[in-house]
């Protein structure tokens, strides 16, 4: 019964191939994420959409491109990989993305580019 | 713009010896604070938050962490540290629009027997 699940676990590419990541909550929350955590564990957003909306859109490479086909899916794709696109990649949500709402946080899914 | 910092990217104390994480925010409006733990090649879960209501938080675990607005803290403590606590601890804002939590660069806690 897993709250925010990603698939894959782990994934090693060569540099210049297309990936996607996939998340999926069965919270029946509205609002989720996607954060990078770097080789040196530090965590940044990346994205965020609300109902299918995108709310958040940081400096993001246009190389990264998320999609939201219902609420309680959000999945990322990454086109032309670099070496530098190495990191864990996190999935969240939170039930409206309220101020105070905790966010549940997926297993994260480790890419590693060749 | 909201951020946090945390004080030492690693602490290591003995077990049964109290545990004191650190971490300060900087924050142009009332913030929501944030403690996450991550252990070894795992996701990150929520040990306790602050969204204004009582200034001492407790979390699992045995953790817990008081909001002070005049030092800008929101430290975490234990009272007494257990091998199973050895993982690495971040602190979090709430920032802007969409709500996005900002997280500090992390703590890991070393537990010696």
């Known amino acids: 019964d897993t709250a925010v699940s990603q698939t894959p676990k782990y994934l090693v590419t060569q540099m210049g191939n297309d990936k996607s990541i996939k998340c999926e909550q069965n919270l029946g929350h509205d609002t989720m994420y996607w954060y990078k955590q770097d080789s040196k564990k530090f965590l940044k957003i990346m994205f965020s959409y609300n109902n299918k909306e995108l709310i958040i859109n940081e400096t993001v490479p246009n190389r990264f491109s998320p999609k939201s086909p219902d609420k309680a899916h959000l999945n990322l794709h990454i086109n032309s990989l670099e070496l530098g696109d190495s990191a864990v990649y996190f999935c969240a949500s939170t039930p409206s993305g309220g101020a105070g709402e905790t966010q549940y946080f997926g297993p994260g899914t480790r890419l590693l580019v060749l | 713009a909201q951020s946090v910092t945390q004080l030492g990217s690693h602490v290591s104390v003995s077990e049964g010896a109290l545990v004191l994480l650190r971490c300060n925010y900087s924050?142009?409006?009332?913030?929501?604070l944030f403690w996450y733990v991550q252990y070894p090649n795992q996701g990150l879960q929520l040990l306790l938050k602050y969204t204004s209501a009582a200034t001492l938080v407790k979390g699992i675990n045995g953790f817990e962490a008081e909001f002070k607005k005049s030092e800008t803290s929101f430290h975490l403590t234990k009272p007494s540290a257990h091998m199973s606590d050895a993982a690495e601890y971040f602190c979090a804002v709430r920032a802007g629009y969409g709500n996005k939590l900002v997280f500090g660069a992390g703590t890991i806690l070393r537990v010696k027997s």
């Open positions: 924050s142009s409006v009332p913030p929501y």
